[in-house]
């Protein structure tokens, strides 16, 4: 049965409205549960698909008649060899068998829009999790303006992790790696200076700096709004995070992104880019990058993240140096690509062939899905 997910979704919730009004109790719980059911489902086996519907949602045997004729009529193709073809998006009022008439009327209220609401938000519920399910799969550039709001929200909620380094400091372990002489001594006074009971420590663990680069160019416009919404969460969601942006000049965010309320820190952030939407020249931010602000911002193994398409109008050699420094001085460097998420995609733009031999991962960055995947590769790394 291969249709659209939309279509499907809204005529499961539609069947489980149907059931209800013949006296079987069915729940938002259960009809949460067979879409999520559906997805180890063969679609195309008509059997599969309604013994999956009679686990989940009928609970008392003397249901089942009344479920297989209201399946059979519900779910019914148009003719009997076109079931892979049918559109589920309208129910189908045209029975092969004749089920009995409360069914028939119920069905055909449904098919024109003329039923009833239920008393219970079954389909707001189902309806919010598809939406949510649609929005963490579609490219930010494609985002409409309500749609935009439901996405900052969803991005303010996301938790951000990164991996722990051991630094050389030690700390107090019950069992550590190396011998705490001095608190062995103190607590072993008690016995005359007998070695009974040592005392140990083990490296501390610190979490990794994190330096962000994004590129807020005119080719990355579509995009930059939203990153830039991106940067501010995973700075307030992380101690140490650096973050800058570039168009023909680099410029230093950090301060201004600190901010506790997002519309100001944002506003504050885009008036101090006074290149904002220009022109590109990855390799010249890069090197004012490297020279000024590396030796601050890089230490204690940093994790940098580069947000660009590529498109670059300064020297390929410069970027090339550059990008060479750059991962050589940090602990992994990651490219951010938003184009990266289109299936035709191929990197063929002279800063991102000049950039790829320095590069530690490339990925997309195009839609919640892509930061969600950043975020598990980030408490690896």
């Known amino acids: 049965m291969t249709t659209n997910q939309g279509h499907l979704l809204r005529n499961i919730v539609i069947f489980g409205r149907m059931l209800r009004e013949l ?17 180890y489902v063969d679609l195309t086996s008509r059997q599969d698909v309604r013994n999956a519907g009679r686990a989940i949602l009928i609970s008392q045997p003397q249901h089942y008649p009344l479920f297989d004729q209201a399946f059979e009529l519900f779910w019914q193709a148009r003719k009997t ?6 559109n589920v998006g309208r129910p189908i009022a045209i029975p092969r068998k004749k089920p009995p008439q409360q069914i028939v009327v119920l069905l055909a209220e449904e098919a024109h829009g003329e039923a009833e609401e239920s008393k219970e938000p079954l389909v707001d519920r189902v309806y919010t999790y598809s939406e949510q399910e649609v929005l963490r799969h579609k490219d930010f550039a ?15 909620a996301m938790t951000w992790r990164l991996e722990q380094r051991r630094t050389r400091r030690r700390m107090r372990a019950k069992q550590g790696q190396y011998l705490d002489m001095r608190r062995t001594m103190r607590h072993n006074l ?38 830039l919404k991106f940067i501010y969460v995973i700075s307030n969601g992380l101690e140490q995070v650096e973050s800058f942006v570039f168009s ?11 901010h506790r309320d997002i519309d100001t820190a944002l506003d504050e952030a885009m008036s101090v880019v006074q290149d904002w939407g220009g022109g590109t020249r990855i390799g010249e931010s890069l090197k004012t990058f490297n020279y000024d602000w590396a030796r601050r911002v890089l230490g204690q193994g940093a994790v940098v ?9 300064g020297e390929v050699t410069l970027l090339d140096k550059e990008m060479k420094r750059l991962h050589l001085s940090c602990h992994r460097l ?23 031999p320095h590069i530690d991962h490339f990925l997309p960055v195009h839609n919640l899905v892509s930061l969600e ?3 598990k590769l980030l408490e690896t790394l």
């Open 23 to 39: 006296g079987v109790e069915v729940t938002p719980t259960q009809i949460v549960d067979l879409v999520e059911a559906l997805k």
């Open 81 to 86: 060899n076109q079931l892979q073809q049918m």
């Open 142 to 156: 494609k985002l409409l303006p309500e749609e935009l709001v439901e996405v900052n929200r969803l991005m303010q």
């Open 190 to 227: 008690r016995y005359g200076g007998e070695m009974l009971e040592l005392s140990w420590q083990g490296r501390k663990l610190k979490r990794r700096p994190l330096v962000i680069i994004a590129d807020m160019s005119g080719s990355m416009e579509r995009y930059a709004r939203v990153l």
């Open 248 to 258: 023909t000049r680099l410029t230093r965010l950090t301060l201004h992104l600190r």
């Open 305 to 313: 993240l580069v947000i660009s398409d590529g498109w670059d109008r």
């Open 334 to 356: 990651i490219w951010l690509n938003p184009l990266l998420g289109y299936a035709n995609y191929e990197p063929l733009t002279r800063g991102i062939q000049a950039a790829l």
């Open 373 to 375: 995947q950043l975020g």
